[in-house]
């Protein structure tokens, strides 16, 4: 719900614009003076809009406008005011304010300078981002990050960005890994220099190390100039290696030597090259699982993987959700010239409860598709058929569970009503790990699942179970006895 700031001195009118705002589905805090307004927008960058009472003792409108712009802080101001001169009134729009009203207002032009001034707001902020992001100066302040699970990453990056050490940031696809490099880029000394990446499981085989390290005329057919590569490109700034596990054997070795010696060898030079460039590298497979497996050399693992950062998927940030989408909904209104100026609340429920295994990127395309599509100004539930697919078809099964009497005891897996058995067979496999309030379920949930399940599986017999399992059997009996599990199993049913 996004927050806006009502100052008014006079308590009558400042409660009355607040309620207004309230009843809009906007959460209204309120200030009596100036300064205490500033106070206000200083500590919470989450507010969107401010509507501001221009005559006030001390610190009147005027004044906290200039001190907003002298402290940049760039929130849209609605100003509202008892009496009006042409001569305010143009001041005030100088001083960069959204709109005006003599005051009474009525509620419904305030509601909607409100919302105007909010999308502007949004659109805005987007092209600040964008132009941030060409210029490698993009920061945490162009990036939405207000779930509680994105402060780790929010923090980490800053640290980050104060030192040359490598960075590995580890995530799923589309969570936002190229965004977070970014940052470390654009918030560190390194800012505005070349930011250069790599899609390393995208390079031919043939092509890698040239294309990291350059090549000398003549290295190998073909060559017919000399051709500095990515490194070299990005000198003085930060390279993005993505997809850094998928880098073949021989090119491991030789970003190792970058790594410790600071030098590249282009293909067919003589002699190596010093290069100064910051490694940023990301990768949705667990890095460590690849060296383990033998497919990453461990030296190189330790190298890349100095300060690491795990950048959380969407379904563990949904608070992000709603803001995202306005994001989204602003930038692709704008760039298609269609006028979609926001989202109904059940479709953004929708959207909420959703798992996006895609992250940002798929909620990026699903919102750009309703965009184009829709015929409408809001978004609406119908704008989002494959969400609405999916999402029913698990809430479908979900609901058939609920149908089914669920008995209070524990019960031998094996008489447990068909319908649920057949139910947890085919619930998607993520969903399993999610408990009826949809947070993830503690390890002692699934355990005592997984073993109900085996148990079922095997018609109860208990030494085959604690076999598949990889247990022993005591170790079995004892956890059995930990989930009350024992009821109707009979311990000889080996
Ligand atoms: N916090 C965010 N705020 C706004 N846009 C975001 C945010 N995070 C990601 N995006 C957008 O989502 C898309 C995917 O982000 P990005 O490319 O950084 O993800 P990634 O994890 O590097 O993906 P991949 O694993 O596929 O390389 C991009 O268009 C990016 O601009």
């Given at each position: 719900?996004?927050r806006?700031?009502?100052?008014?001195?006079?308590?009558?009118?400042?409660?009355?614009?607040?309620?207004?705002?309230d009843?809009?589905g906007?959460?209204?805090?309120t200030a009596?003076g100036g300064?205490e307004?500033?106070?206000?927008?200083?500590?919470?960058?989450?507010?969107?809009?401010?509507?501001?009472?221009?005559v006030?003792?001390?610190?009147?409108?005027?004044?906290?406008?200039e001190?907003?712009?002298?402290?940049?802080?760039?929130?849209?101001?609605?100003?509202?005011?008892?009496?009006?001169?042409?001569?305010?009134?143009?001041?005030?729009m100088?001083?960069?304010?959204?709109?005006?009203?003599?005051?009474?207002v009525?509620?419904?032009?305030?509601?909607?300078?409100?919302r105007?001034?909010?999308?502007?707001?949004?659109?805005e902020?987007?092209?600040?981002?964008?132009?941030a992001?060409?210029?490698?100066?993009?920061?945490?302040?162009?990036?939405?990050?207000e779930?509680p699970?994105m402060?780790?990453?929010a923090?980490?990056?800053?640290?980050?960005?104060?030192?040359?050490?490598?960075?590995?940031?580890?995530?799923?696809?589309?969570?936002?890994?190229?965004?977070?490099?970014?940052?470390?880029?654009?918030?560190?000394?390194?800012?505005?220099?070349p930011?250069?990446?790599?899609?390393?499981?995208?390079?031919?085989?043939n092509?890698?190390?040239?294309?990291?390290?350059?090549?000398?005329?003549?290295?190998?057919?073909?060559?017919?100039?000399?051709?500095p590569?990515?490194?070299?490109?990005a000198?003085?700034?930060?390279i993005?290696?993505?997809?850094?596990?998928?880098?073949?054997?021989?090119t491991?070795?030789?970003?190792?030597?970058?790594?410790?010696?600071g030098?590249?060898?282009?293909?067919?030079?003589?002699?190596?090259e010093?290069?100064n460039v910051?490694?940023?590298?990301?990768?949705?497979r667990?890095?460590?699982?690849?060296?383990?497996?033998?497919e990453?050399?461990e030296?190189?693992?330790?190298r890349l993987?100095?300060?690491p950062?795990?950048v959380?998927?969407?379904?563990?940030?949904r608070?992000?959700?709603?803001?995202?989408v306005?994001?989204?909904?602003a930038?692709?209104?704008?760039?298609?010239?269609?006028?979609?100026?926001?989202?109904?609340?059940?479709a953004?429920?929708?959207?909420?409860?959703?798992?996006?295994?895609?992250?940002?990127r798929?909620?990026e395309?699903?919102?750009?598709r309703?965009v184009?599509l829709?015929?409408?100004?809001?978004?609406?539930?119908?704008?989002?058929?494959q969400?609405v697919?999916?999402?029913?078809g698990?809430?479908?099964?979900?609901?058939s569970?609920?149908?089914?009497?669920v008995?209070?005891?524990?019960?031998?897996?094996d008489?447990?009503?068909?319908?649920?058995?057949?139910?947890?067979?085919?619930?998607?496999?993520?969903?399993?790990?999610?408990?009826?309030?949809?947070e993830?379920?503690?390890?002692?949930?699934?355990?005592?699942?997984?073993?109900?399940?085996?148990?079922?599986?095997?018609?109860?017999?208990?030494a085959?179970?604690?076999?598949?399992l990889?247990?022993?059997?005591?170790?079995?009996?004892?956890k059995?006895?930990?989930?009350?599990?024992?009821?109707?199993?009979?311990?000889?049913?080996?």
């Amino acid at each position: 719900m996004t927050r806006i700031l009502v100052v008014d001195d006079d308590p009558v009118q400042l409660r009355l614009t607040a309620e207004v705002a309230d009843r809009a589905g906007f959460r209204a805090l309120t200030a009596t003076g100036g300064a205490e307004a500033l106070r206000i927008l200083k500590s919470d960058p989450a507010i969107g809009a401010v509507i501001l009472d221009l005559v006030m003792p001390e610190l009147d409108g005027m004044a906290v406008m200039e001190a907003m712009a002298r402290e940049g802080i760039s929130v849209p101001v609605i100003i509202q005011t008892a009496s009006a001169s042409l001569e305010t009134v143009v001041t005030a729009m100088r001083q960069g304010a959204a709109d005006y009203f003599v005051k009474p207002v009525p509620p419904e032009r305030l509601i909607m300078s409100l919302r105007n001034a909010l999308r502007l707001e949004t659109l805005e902020a987007a092209v600040r981002a964008e132009q941030a992001r060409r210029s490698g100066t993009f920061s945490l302040a162009h990036m939405i990050t207000e779930a509680p699970a994105m402060a780790r990453v929010a923090t980490l990056s800053q640290k980050a960005a104060k030192s040359n050490i490598p960075v590995l940031i580890e995530g799923e696809t589309g969570v936002g890994k190229e965004l977070v490099a970014r940052v470390i880029q654009g918030a560190g000394e390194r800012s505005g220099k070349p930011f250069v990446i790599v899609n390393c499981g995208a390079l031919p085989a043939n092509l890698v190390d040239s294309t990291l390290f350059g090549h000398k005329k003549g290295a190998f057919t073909g060559a017919v100039c000399d051709q500095p590569g990515k490194f070299a490109e990005a000198n003085g700034g930060t390279i993005f290696l993505d997809e850094v596990g998928d880098l073949p054997p021989e090119t491991q070795v030789k970003l190792l030597r970058v790594l410790q010696e600071g030098e590249i060898e282009p293909v067919g030079a003589s002699r190596p090259e010093r290069v100064n460039v910051r490694i940023i590298s990301a990768t949705n497979r667990r890095l460590l699982n690849l060296t383990k497996a033998g497919e990453f050399r461990e030296d190189l693992y330790y190298r890349l993987n100095v300060f690491p950062i795990y950048v959380p998927p969407l379904r563990e940030r949904r608070e992000d959700i709603a803001a995202l989408v306005d994001h989204f909904i602003a930038r692709f209104a704008a760039e298609t010239g269609k006028r979609v100026t926001g989202i109904e609340e059940g479709a953004l429920d929708l959207l909420r409860r959703y798992d996006w295994p895609g992250n940002i990127r798929q909620l990026e395309n699903t919102v750009y598709r309703a965009v184009v599509l829709t015929e409408g100004a809001h978004l609406e539930t119908a704008d989002f058929p494959q969400v609405v697919a999916q999402l029913g078809g698990r809430e479908a099964a979900l609901m058939s569970l609920d149908a089914v009497p669920v008995p209070a005891a524990p019960v031998h897996v094996d008489h447990a009503p068909a319908r649920r058995r057949q139910a947890e067979e085919t619930a998607p496999a993520q969903d399993r790990f999610l408990d009826e309030n949809g947070e993830v379920a503690t390890l002692a949930a699934i355990e005592r699942e997984l073993i109900a399940f085996a148990i079922a599986h095997h018609d109860g017999r208990m030494a085959r179970v604690a076999r598949v399992l990889g247990i022993g059997r005591s170790t079995l009996y004892r956890k059995l006895h930990e989930y009350g599990l024992t009821d109707g199993i009979d311990s000889d049913a080996a």
